[in-house]
């Protein structure tokens, strides 16, 4: 999102910045590939400066990667990836007495941002001073943007290095406009073409590219606004909220589901450009595939498969493959345990190698791996099938690790595409609602350390994190580690809580953490749990925010569950609030979700489907959008 009333003076060095802009040459295509980004900014002038960063997600963490802008000193927002030429085109902020300007942006290196001129009004009644909020791309490279004003315009003929500045205007969409209900941001499916806005009162709808006719959807349920639309490359539709939320939005009934957490942007807008790439998913099913050590079997072997889709306009050959195992896994767990011929072989059948020929296939160690236990493939003359073919092989791995730090992120890469489409591509989980993330492979879900985690939750007041733990079942169990992250990814010890039993009955236990000398506003904790073997398993993640209150004294009853309870949700919450909850399996898979209204205090909520559940270990994630807590239970039959 934006800034809303601007029509202040920008002062002369605005044509400065302009004529310094154009003189630039304009730097590679980002490419269309999928890949999410945002742009943000302090201010929204012409002259403040909009920084871009390209979003990659692990889990429920979303990482933004920077992306550099030169020069600094041009604001703007509406953006959108062309799929004709694979750059990114946004609005300029304007100045007072002129109407918006066109931008084109490259993927870095000196002037890769290049100012391209003033829009026309196109036949509307674009004024001077009029912004651009909404913007986005069809997947035949016309640009489509919104005003502050509640009138719709597009233009054409963006291929670099050909320009154009000239718009149409198409129409007034309802439920835009002046005030609080003017669209944030719009994304097309590309999948069924349709185009979906949503205001900044929380409203989507879809609106009709010929005439601007829109429909009202309905209204998404949480405060603030969402800042960002995307879709990826089967229709899937995702929103990054101003507070740094990121959502699933249900295409028919505006619902959200969270698909994650990230940081908190201000004048932020967002665009993805999933036309015509090609993309690759890593699976891994653990039904009856997952492994675990026994005294007859060390290294059990588990198998992934890989899916490659080719939406582009023609084959792709002379690609490269990559699948580096130790990138997530610098403890080496699992190994390759197939030989380079047998690897050829798999890809040949599958369609994806041109030829059987092991020269296609290194086998090699990473990050100090020993042989045999060779950890990276990097396959040359790798392809994709036709156009709207999906090609797929699978690979086996061997566990030959020791201990039990589940789960462990993987991640593949397509390289050597065109620069149209963004050189490279990163595997995504097809089980998961984030896109473009690593699939986790878990072994021994069942091993359990000498302790059995009840809840682990945290709440946030007067700048100190409350975090609460409730255990059974401590024996031969030593001491709990407790870590922070700043960023969800790299923790690091914050103290140590010793045991305070050794039998099977109940134990609670507070940590109290003080974040007076710390400026961030979002911190993630987890515990390190150590049993007297120096065996280890680390607890889900939470994530508190400051300033935000959160619930606590979580309890599921019965647990275990078993089959006819009625089952009953109990916790407190400091506030009033809508709280989304879902249950997961310990393959990270959302079984089901529902969604309670919370009041303050004492909650007591029924939970509902779990008769659906086969029997085993779930866990039980509460989002009231300030903070997510995680409580496992079971399910006995």
Known sequence: MKTFTFKGFIASIFLVAISATNSFSQGTPIGCNGQFFVTHGSGGTATSTTSVKKLSFSGGTITPNVFNIDPTAIGFNAIGINPVDGYM????????????????????????????????????????GDLGYAGCFDAA????FITDQNEMYKITGLNYPASNTTTTYIGAPA?????????????????TGILYGVTYNQRLYTINTTTGTSTFIATHGTTGYIAS???????????????GAFYLIDKTTAALTAAGSGPSYTYADGCSCSFGN?????????????????????????????????????????????????????AHKFMFNQSAGAIAQNLFDAGLLPNNNSSNVSLQLASGAAAPNYNKIVVSNFQTGNPGETKSATFQLKFVGTGTPNPIPMQSFVSGLPALLGSSDESNDPATPAPNDPTYISFCPGATLPV???????????????????????????????????????????????????????ESYQFNDDLTSFSGSTYY?????????????????????????????????????????????????????????????????????????????????????????LPGMYLLQMNDGSTVQTTKFTIAR
């Open 452 to 506: 059995k985690l009840l809840s682990f939750t945290g709440a946030y007041k007067n700048n100190t994190t409350y975090l609460n733990w409730v255990t059974e079942n401590q024996v031969n169990f030593s001491y709990y580690d407790i870590e922070r992250s700043a960023d969800g990814t790299n923790f690091s010890s914050i103290g140590l809580k010793s045991a305070t039993g050794n039998s099977s009955s109940k």
């Open 278 to 330: 090609v993309f690759h998913d890593l699976s891994w099913n653990p039904v009856n595939n997952t492994p675990c050590p026994s005294n007859s079997n060390k290294n059990p072997t588990t198998n992934i498969s890989v899916s490659v889709t080719n939406n582009s306009s023609v084959q792709r050959t002379g690609l490269t493959y990559t699948f580096d195992l130790s990138l997530n896994d610098a």
């Open 89 to 128: 085109y946004g609005l300029r902020y304007p100045t007072s007495n002129n109407r918006p300007r066109l931008v084109r942006v490259g993927s870095g290196g000196s002037g890769n941002i290049v100012d391209l001129g003033e829009v026309s009004n196109g036949g509307g009644n674009m004024a001077d």
């Open 141 to 144: 490279g016309v640009f489509y």
């Open 229 to 243: 639309l995307f879709f990826d490359e089967i229709g899937n539709l995702y929103g990054y909220h101003q507070n």
């Open 175 to 191: 439920g835009g406009g002046s005030g609080t209900n003017f669209y944030v941001d719009m994304a097309i499916n590309p999948v």
């Open 525 to 613: 904790y987890r515990l390190k749990m150590i049993d007297t073997d120096g065996n280890f398993k680390y607890t889900s993640i939470i994530l508190i925010r400051k300033d935000q209150k959160g619930m606590t004294d979580i309890i599921i009853s019965p647990n275990p569950v078993a089959k006819g309870n009625t089952v009953t949700l109990r916790f407190e919450s400091v506030v009033k609030s809508v709280v989304d909850i879902k249950v997961i399996d310990m393959a990270g898979r959302i079984m089901f979700t529902q969604q309670n209204n919370a009041i303050q205090g004492i909650n007591s909520v029924s939970i509902n489907h779990l008769e659906r559940l």
